[in-house]
């Protein structure tokens, strides 16, 4: 998770603080959640709603993402699946149904060179000029720009959130519901 404004002004609201970060896909932040591992999660639609509170950032689409100076597709900004269709792509294993589906709703069978769980994986195998990357726009703030690039991938279907999440059931401290509040609102005010 990267640190935003708002975890910055709760660091500096509370000095004293310590954060214990827990990282994984969206299915292990749930299920940590679930264990009491955490108290909070930052995860990434789809995900299993069922006894959580979730509040949600904007919808944001998916992109293709290539090494710079590779020319793919026609326009500028965005790219079609048509377009993608016979790229080796390295996508996310938790996209991977509906990326198959979407993909043939247009009657494409995708060219999959590889899946895996990590935005950063993705990008350095894309890096290394092993296939177009299929990651959420937000992923790009980790990724070099000056050897790769990106087109959004021209289709709602693929559009994606992230959210914060903690348990429906579960009493919180007062200091933790701050917490999700401050963050809650940061992300919400992205939309």
Known sequence: ????????KFANRYPNIQFDI?????????????????DVGIVRTPFR????????????PIVAVFPRGKVIGENKDTISLKELENEPLIIYRRFNALLHSVFAT??????IRCR??????????TKAGLGIGIVPLSALSVYDRKTLQH?????????????????????????????????????????
């Open 106 to 111: 247009e009657q494409i069978i995708p060219n």
């Open 22 to 38: 827990h990282e994984g896909n969206s299915y292990e932040v749930i299920e940590m959640l679930d264990k009491g591992i955490i």
């Open 151 to 191: 087109k959004a991938v021209d289709t709602k279907e693929l559009n994606t959130q992230m959210a914060v999440i903690w348990k429906s059931d579960r009493q919180y401290s007062a200091l933790t519901l701050e917490f999700i509040e401050d963050f809650a609102n940061s992300i919400e005010s992205l939309k």
């Open 1 to 8: 998770m990267i640190p935003d404004a708002s975890i910055e």
């Open 116 to 125: 895996n769980d990590d935005a950063r994986t993705t990008l350095n195998w």
């Open 49 to 60: 709603k069922s006894g959580l509170a979730v509040r949600y950032a904007k919808a944001e």
